[in-house]
Structures are given as structure tokens and as C-alpha cells.
């Protein structure tokens, strides 16, 4: 089936037997209009879903297409990097891409939706916000056959594509690097559990610790939001049990970057008294003391593939893709204890 055409002046002016500006002038209740053709345009225009185009300009030869882009923040370098990957990809072929943040925000996400369709985009990537606590915004544009490529936190994957890291892999592989490296009690630090992102990293330290038979603790696995405060919090109430951990590992940059600050404000040493590993993909990794160990994304990668599956779906392929972009984990001086 083909991506809905949207409703169009010359579809209305074709229903009430009137020309196009006609139409568009009772849509604006022109005084040169009567009151009767007014009302009936406003009511077709309703039940047919028109929606204005203030873009209308750009469908001129030689003027870019539109994609719209909605991701929680463009502060972290993770998704400036995405954003960077994505954009290069889409002018390479012609697109113009508009930039939304939903600052973790559901209702904030709900509406740079409901923007982007009415900007009549053709197609729209995303990363889900923190706050996200359903899914039938996602699902409605499957409704009006609205192309969506999902990235890093994704849902309803049986009905778009996605492009996610190895979050089980990449957490299973830092748990036992920090067990082989001498650490015994490792806590993980993660976002909130609704998160299809939390759970794969959370499942990937637990199978860690499967893996070498060590019982799991509840009190070790702290999972709140993504949120540098959030994170300082949880290694708070992590190094004040009667057993803290003596290893850290943290689902993102900002966690990471948190759990540095509180460890060391405990007068602890890292990694001698509480080993540390990161997700991220940032310089910041080498410019901080100790130098974070940390499993490094790519991030350039991960934008370029959301595209090039975007601009797929856009010329015409139905399939549904899931695609795992595989991290690295760098090993720096966080996390190997000495001795």
C-alpha cells in the first residue's frame, strides 16, 4: 500500500464543485464568501483531515524533500553524533532534515509528532523520551502510513524499523570484564525500566553474573532515570550499604560521568575501591581522571543507518528491518583494579 496521499485544496475544490482559491479563501472565512460555503469547507476539510501546508512553497523543483528528526536532547555528544550521521545521509540524497527535541518529555514528544505530520514531512526517525508511557502516538502514524525509523530506544518493533547498539552483548561483556579485572560486587545503574534500552543492558549484567554463579543482589541494581542528578542519587544509596559494590557499571555517559563525581567526593579511589565503565562514545572518556573505561558506540553509524532505511522505506520497501550496530568496549583506566 502506498503512503497515504494527504488531503489536498484540489480535493476539497473537487467535492464542493468550486474552485481551488474558492476553497482556500472560505478556509480563512473571506468576507467574499458566503457564510454557507464557509461552513460546508470548514466541515469537509474536518472530515476529510486536511491539514494546511505551510510548506507548500518547498515542493518546487530543485527544493529538498523533508524528514523530520525527533530525539530527547542535542545536548550529549551521543545524540549530536547520531544527528550528525543522519543528516549527512540525507542531504547526500537530497533531503532537508528538521531537527525536534522532545526533552525527555511525553507530551513534549506527543507534539513535536503532531507538528511534523502537519509540516508534511515524508517520513520521521526518532528516539523515544524517558517519559514515553504508551505507544499509540507511534502507532497512529502506522495509521496514516507515515514512514517511522525508531533508533536506541525503540518500540512496536514487529511494525517499524529500528536501529539499536548490542545493549545485552555490550553490558554481558562489561560485567565480566570488571569480575576478571578483580571486581566481586558489581552494581549497575540504569534508567528507567520501561525502557526497552534499560532492559537489554539490565539483562546483559544479570546474565554476567548468571554466567559466574554469583547471586544477585536487588540493592545493586539501581534503575531511576537518565539523569546526571538521578545518578549521582543512586551511587549515593549504592556506596551507603553495609556492602557497597566495589565495581560500577553505568547504562550512559551521564551515569557514568555522575558515579565518577559521587566516588570520588567519598574520598574513594578509582578503580582500587570502586571500578567504573561507561557507555559512551565521548572524547570527555579520555579527558577525565581516571580515564573511563567504557563501551563506545557508533553513533555516526547508527544515524546513517536510520536513514538509509528511511529513504528504502520512502522509495518503496514494506520490509521491516531491526538492525544492531555493534559497540566496542575500550578499556582505559576505570576499571581494572590493581594486584
Do not use: N
Given at each position: 500500500m502506498e503512503h497515504s496521499k494527504h488531503t489536498s485544496l484540489k480535493d476539497l475544490a473537487r467535492v464542493l464543485g468550486v474552485s481551488i482559491p474558492t476553497v482556500s479563501r472560505a478556509?480563512?472565512?473571506?468576507p467574499d464568501i458566503s457564510r454557507d460555503l464557509c461552513e460546508q469547507a470548514k466541515r469537509l476539510a474536518q472530515e476529510m483531515n486536511y491539514r494546511p501546508n505551510p510548506f507548500a512553497m518547498s515542493l518546487r523543483k530543485n527544493t529538498p524533500r523533508i524528514i523530520g528528526v525527533i530525539v530527547p536532547d542535542i545536548v550529549?555528544?551521543?545524540?549530536?553524533s547520531i544527528l550528525s550521521g543522519i543528516e549527512d545521509t540525507a542531504v547526500a540524497n537530497g533531503y532537508f532534515v528538521i531537527i525536534t527535541?522532545?526533552?525527555?518529555s511525553y507530551e513534549h514528544e506527543k507534539r513535536n509528532i503532531e507538528n511534523l505530520v502537519n509540516m508534511r514531512v515524508e517520513g520521521i526517525i526518532a528516539c523515544l523520551s524517558q517519559e514515553m508511557t504508551d505507544y499509540s502516538h507511534w502507532a497512529a502514524l502506522a495509521d496514516i502510513n507515515m514512514p517511522l525509523i525508531l533508533f536506541d530506544r525503540v518500540c512496536l518493533t514487529d511494525?517499524?524499523?529500528s536501529v539499536v547498539a548490542d545493549g545485552e552483548q555490550s553490558a554481558r561483556a562489561a560485567t565480566q570484564h570488571l569480575l576478571d579485572t578483580g571486581s566481586r560486587r558489581v552494581a549497575f545503574i540504569g534508567g528507567a525500566n520501561h525502557l526497552d534500552i534499560v532492559k537489554r543492558r539490565k539483562h546483559g549484567y544479570l546474565e554476567a553474573l548468571r554466567d559466574n554463579r554469583i547471586p544477585i543482589e536487588k540493592?545493586?541494581?539501581?534503575?531511576?532515570?537518565?539523569?546526571?542528578?538521578?545518578?549521582?542519587a543512586a551511587t549515593e544509596s549504592l556506596l551507603a550499604l553495609p556492602?557497597?559494590?566495589?565495581?560500577?557499571l553505568a547504562m550512559n555517559d551521564t551515569l557514568a560521568f555522575a558515579a565518577m563525581e559521587v566516588i570520588k567526593s567519598h574520598g574513594l579511589r578509582i578503580p582500587q575501591d570502586v571500578a567504573l565503565i561507561g557507555y559512551t562514545d565521548e572524547q570527555h572518556a579520555n579527558y577525565v581522571e581516571p580515564k573511563?573505561?567504557?563501551?563506545c558506540h557508533q553513533t555516526y553509524q547508527m544515524g546513517q543507518t536510520a536513514c538509509h532505511l528511511l529513504i528504502d522505506r520512502l522509495k518503496g520497501d514494506k520490509t521491516v528491518r531491526q538492525v544492531v550496530v555493534p559497540t566496542s568496549l575500550q578499556i582505559r583506566e576505570?576499571?581494572?583494579?590493581?594486584?
Open positions: 478556509l480563512k472565512d473571506s550529549t555528544h551521543f545524540f549530536a527535541t522532545s526533552h525527555e511494525r517499524f524499523s540493592e545493586l541494581v539501581v534503575c531511576r532515570k537518565i539523569d546526571y542528578e538521578e545518578g549521582k556492602q557497597p559494590p566495589d565495581a560500577i573511563l573505561s567504557a563501551v576505570s576499571s581494572v583494579k590493581e594486584g
